[in-house]
């Protein structure tokens, strides 16, 4: 009852007018940052802090948290309408939301990935809300065995992403890891995967380069080569009466996908280093893994939307978590939020909920007014999006490959990067003609640098016993999970074929 | 396909072992008191790269994947042409970045494709080639104030008017 009565009040105080225009404004802001390729929330929170020391803390951090809303939903945009994700975020979004706008869906999807960031945002708030110490401090008992083993499972369920071709799906998943190797190694310091001794890779390769250039480019050509030029341009209607019907639709197919990226993603949000890219991919795996039907995924399954981006949203609320109670952040914008606040006079940790009372509730109230504002605006600008949709695809086409070079060098700066991109483009092509799943690649690389260091150290705890995976009470269990999952489908193939085979 | 099956699988062991080869610079066993080596992680994964090859292209030997059973061409000649127009004038594209900018490039290279390959309207492929490039340097120059490449000298007076504007 204590709590609610704290949450009403902190409510209130996000519902004051200038707390409700900077949530409307930094709602706004955020989605339209969120929609541009190689922009996230990271950027917007980054770019606009300097913005928050003109109102007073409390205003500043609602502002800021609105904005981080905004571009959770905004990335999705992006992913279904143009196929590239546009943060790590959204990349599972893309399987399944790019097919359902190819397939004359687009308002399905983006209507899906509405409500179920809505969803996501929602639990997340009010596990947030009744549980913030209690799971600040499971959080902590995660160590570097236990994360290894949770980006074990993740990469277990990559193996159920890349279908049949076994051999294949972890040859994708081995060469995103070695990409993410690439600069320097993170605990000597030494250079490390220099290719061609060229100094460019000093600087190691960023996700956002493999993703752009697979989805943006390497999909473009593919496209194109495939429907030799002739795209039949799909032309979606957006009415009321046709979004009150996806709506339902996306609550009837979207269901089982929304609750499994609520809870999870949460929980994976909460782990500091973790953050929502790795919370989302494992929701879609988990989500397809439990599917009655799995084949559809990759297809235009509504499930294969909602899980991602209820993931992401309720990772990002969860994310917050460490950042408020512990003063550890769980992803790269959380980073930059704790800093305006250390900025601003505040200072994170478990003192935060008793001496700042009125802050630390007044910036949960606004979490949920900053939810529900973001599935408002979001829904609005619905229209605006599907209307990209109607271009001709000769006008479309040179559109996505423009945001495409110039969403990569805003995020990277360097044009050795968009060559690399570019390379990795015709590359995806070439490989997709001989079906190499390449969505292990681009998950591979995003979870690789938090995958290797975790291993290293768990293995210099344990003397290089790797026992340690399994007789530890969090990891064990998850390595087991991640063990069964990664030998499943070599079992299933076997007694698939054996089952073929004449008696 | 089926030889294309073959030659990429080739590639990609080559590649493997060449990410082993440049791996194993740094150590790649275990070190008492500092844990695996910096170059474990990469080489292990490149040596299950190697092996993946081997298996894949074991399977084409079975003939048991759809590209190993094909007799179609990896590309005909009109996807050769495509991947030429097309992915040449997005290599074109990146290469006119650092002699006419950014944003001249993407004007450049809107209008190739709009009027040459998507065969529209000067007045249209013109608009598109001028307007794209304009918002894109407000969205990005002005709003998220992040400076993309300028190109040659030769663009100074242009970048001064538009920087005029937004400063």
Known sequence: ?503 | MRVGELVTAGFLALLSFYLMWKSAELPIGYISGTGPGGGAWPFWLSAIMLICCSWIAYNWWRGTSPASQSDEAVLDSHGWRSLIFVGGGIIGFVALVNIISMYGAIAVFLFYYTWYLGRHGLALSLSLALITPVALFFFFEGAMRITMPSGMPFTDPVFNILYDIIY
């Open chain 1, 1 to 503: 009852m204590d709590v609610l009565s704290l949450l009403g009040d902190g409510m209130l105080l996000s519902l004051q007018p200038l707390n409700l225009l900077m949530i409307m404004i930094g709602v706004t802001v955020g989605l339209f940052i969120g929609a541009m390729p190689g922009l996230g929330s990271v950027n917007g929170v980054a770019i606009l802090l300097p913005v928050t020391f003109l109102v007073p803390p409390g205003s500043a951090i609602i502002f800021l948290a609105a904005i981080y809303y905004g571009a959770m939903y905004g990335g999705a945009v992006s992913s279904i309408t143009l196929g590239i994700p546009g943060a790590s975020t959204a990349v599972a979004t893309t399987f399944d939301g790019r097919p359902l706008a190819r397939n004359g869906r687009a308002s399905l999807a983006l209507v899906t990935a509405a409500v179920a960031s809505f969803i996501g945002g929602t639990v997340a708030n009010a596990l947030f809300t009744l549980f913030a110490p209690i799971l600040a401090s499971v959080a902590l008992s995660f160590g570097p065995p236990e994360v290894f083993a949770l980006m074990l499972l993740a990469f277990a369920t990559f193996v159920g992403l890349g279908g049949d071709d076994i051999p294949k799906t972890i040859l994708s998943i081995c060469f995103g890891l070695v990409l993410g190797a690439v600069g320097f190694d993170q605990i000597s310091g030494a250079p490390r995967l220099v290719l061609f001794d060229y100094n460019g890779f000093l600087q190691g390769i960023g996700f956002l380069v493999l993703a752009i250039g697979v989805y943006g480019i390497g999909e473009m050509l593919w496209t194109i080569d495939q429907t030799r030029g002739d795209v039949t341009a799909t032309t979606p209607k957006m009415t009321a009466k046709g979004m009150a019907a996806d709506t339902k639709e996306a609550a009837k197919k979207g269901w089982r996908g929304t609750m499994i990226g609520s809870f999870l993603g949460f929980f994976v949000g909460i782990l500091p280093a973790a953050g929502a890219t790795p919370g989302s991919l494992m929701s879609y795996g988990v989500t397809k893994m439990v599917s009655r039907k799995p084949e559809e995924f990759g297809k235009g399954a509504v499930d294969g939307v909602a899980a991602p981006e209820a993931a992401n949203n309720s990772a990002s609320t969860g994310s917050m978590l460490p950042m408020l109670t512990l003063g550890i952040p769980g992803s790269p914008t959380t980073a930059i939020l704790l800093g305006g606040m250390v900025i601003w006079g505040l200072t994170p940790g478990p003192r935060l909920f008793v001496d700042e009372e009125q802050f630390v509730w007044g910036l949960i109230g606004s979490f949920y007014i900053s939810n529900v504002a973001a599935l408002l605006i979001n829904l609005a600008f619905i229209p605006v999006f599907i209307w990209m949709l109607r271009m001709p695809f000769t006008i479309l086409a040179p559109m996505i490959f423009v945001l495409s070079i110039v969403g990569g060098y805003a995020a990277t700066r360097d044009m050795f990067d968009i060559w690399l991109m570019v390379g990795f483009g015709i590359g995806a092509f070439f490989l997709r003609k001989f079906d190499y799943p390449l969505a292990p690649a681009v998950l591979a690389i995003v979870l690789g640098p938090i995958a290797e260091p975790t291993l290293r150290q768990s293995l210099l705890l344990s003397s290089g016993d790797p026992s340690i995976f399994f007789t530890r009470p969090i990891a064990g269990p998850i390595t087991v999970v991640a063990l069964i999952l990664i030998f499943l489908p070599a079992l299933k193939l076997l007694r698939r074929k054996h089952s073929k085979t004449p008696a």
